[in-house]
């Protein structure tokens, strides 16, 4: 694909689409929108537009097909693989979705939620909270993270347990094509097996095939009963133990096991204010286990002291808590949540989004282990995550005393052995955050051909110009 710089004329017209309000080409202005999170990818921008409609929307994208301008549509930018970050040295066009942010209907008795693309996680589950409701999805971003960026990248968080991710939580879609056209697919259906189901195609996409401009979300009834305990481990594989024993007693009304290691709470509880250790003995592995039942209060405590009473018999848990409140319920779910957050201050952090199978995970941390720790002596890991899904955020802080920048230079290689690991249990290099252009390549080298041929025609089939995200999951095969 051959990107034209866009002339002070065609800038023009888009400027004349969205108003000259909410089209920013000033660089202080522009600055916001062109680095993700972590720090790692930077890009370029002539121009950030901001609509306020899906017809604005569809405007912009007919122009930029009829100029072949590269677009990449952007939420709340708080992806980690640079999915929603302009290419350096391009000419690539910001559509940020930040003004569609419109709740349109909400039916409890339905038990659906239809919104705007640009509308805030946080904002949507307090809709649903006041009409008795709950969406489920939580992240730690989820204040600034925005549903068209959830679809795209086909979030998880921390509820998959129990509620899948956003493609098991969405009904419907509404969809800008690259060329300017909208597909209205906002059904409410929970049944309907008429033809391919296009949906599917846009979740996960990561606006390589299209611009999510709006969306149906699945609601569901708010737990009755709600309880979150706290338990110390000596190994990964009593966790493992642990986790089975409880999907055995709780049943469908497990809803979280997250697997935390002890570096990971002494990083949370020396920079993250307001974060304290629960427990006043110190363990090697803790589990914190979260349990919702649909009928009372105490049948969530007592269900989860029947769990822990029986397990603390058996010698598996070594110590446990449960909290009391609702302040302790939190507190404990924010010291979890912040734990990537709180390796910042340790120094350079390599990174790893990645699953295998439940029953794997234990031999993963321990392969995964030896290796890194051979390949960086003193390296600090700090594995934690959603272990009832298989999702693990391998992470690896520098050793103490490193130079940053030489310690970050190592990611490419690092990643490469944590990934062998990962597929050698025949796992995921993207348990939930995406590919990007962070995995990209990586991407196409662990795929089959007939994989990666088959992604290409799909591109190929929605976005023939190649303009909808260009080098985002695929690289472009046409020539710049």
């Not at 049944?191 to 949906?199: A, C, I, M, S, V």
């Not at 992604?455 to 260009?470: E, S, V």
Request: charged share 20%; net charge negative; proline share 6%.
């Amino acid at each position: 694909m051959t990107t034209i710089l866009p002339s002070p004329e065609l800038i023009a017209s888009f400027v004349d689409i969205v108003g000259p309000g909410n089209a920013l080409t000033a660089p202080a202005d522009t600055a916001p929108y062109l680095v993700e999170s972590r720090g790692l990818y930077r890009g370029t921008t002539p121009l950030v537009l901001r609509p306020g409609s899906v017809e604005e929307v569809s405007l912009v994208m007919r122009l930029a097909s009829q100029t072949r301008t590269a677009v990449v549509p952007q939420g709340g930018n708080t992806g980690h693989v640079a999915g929603q970050i302009p290419r350096e040295g391009k000419a690539d066009v910001v559509l940020s979705l930040e003004r569609l942010n419109r709740i349109r209907d909400i039916d409890p008795v339905g038990n659906v939620i239809v919104a705007d693309a640009g509308c805030i996680l946080a904002d949507i589950q307090k809709a649903a909270d006041d009409v008795d409701r709950l969406f489920p999805l939580s992240l730690g971003s989820e204040g600034s993270a925005r549903i068209g960026g959830n679809l795209s990248t086909n979030a998880g968080g921390t509820a998959v347990l129990a509620y899948g991710n956003m493609r098991q939580l969405c009904l419907g879609l509404e969809v800008v094509l690259p060329t300017g056209e909208i597909w209205d697919g906002l059904r409410r259906l929970r049944k309907d097996n008429t033809g391919y189901d296009l949906r599917d195609l846009f979740i996960g996409a990561e606006g390589t095939l299209g611009v999510i401009t709006g969306a149906v979300l699945k609601l569901f009834p708010k737990p009755r009963g709600h309880q979150v305990a706290f338990a110390g481990l000596r190994s990964v594989e009593d966790a493992l133990t642990l986790f089975d024993r409880a999907t055995s007693v709780c049943g469908p009304a497990l809803t979280g096991f997250e697997l935390m290691p002890r570096l990971g709470i002494e990083f949370t509880t020396r920079h993250i204010a307001g974060v304290r250790d629960p427990m006043e003995t110190t363990h090697p592995w803790y589990a914190l286990i979260d349990i919702s039942t649909s009928d009372t209060a105490e049948s969530a405590e007592r269900m989860v002291q029947d769990l822990l009473e029986a397990v603390i018999a058996d010698g598996l848990v070594e110590n446990a808590v449960i909290a009391q409140n609702e302040a302790q319920r939190r507190a404990l779910w924010h010291m979890r949540e912040s734990m990537s957050p709180a390796q910042k201050p340790e120094g350079g952090s390599i990174k790893h989004d990645v699953s295998v199978p439940v029953s794997s995970i234990p031999a993963f941390m321990t392969e995964a282990d030896a290796l890194v720790s051979k390949a960086i002596p003193g390296a600090r890991i700090c594995a934690f995550g959603h272990m009832g899904d298989g999702n693990i955020h391998y992470n690896i802080s520098q050793p103490v005393g490193a130079d940053k920048q030489s310690f970050l230079d190592r990611w490419r290689e690092i990643n490469a052995i944590v990934h062998a690991v990962v597929l050698k249990h025949d796992g995921s290099i993207s348990a939930e955050h995406g590919i990007g252009q962070l995995k990209r390549d990586e991407l196409a080298a662990i795929r089959s051909p007939i994989e990666i041929e088959l992604m290409r025609r799909i591109k190929h089939a929605f976005d023939p110009a190649g303009i909808m995200n260009p080098d985002k999951v695929l690289r472009e095969d046409r020539g710049e």
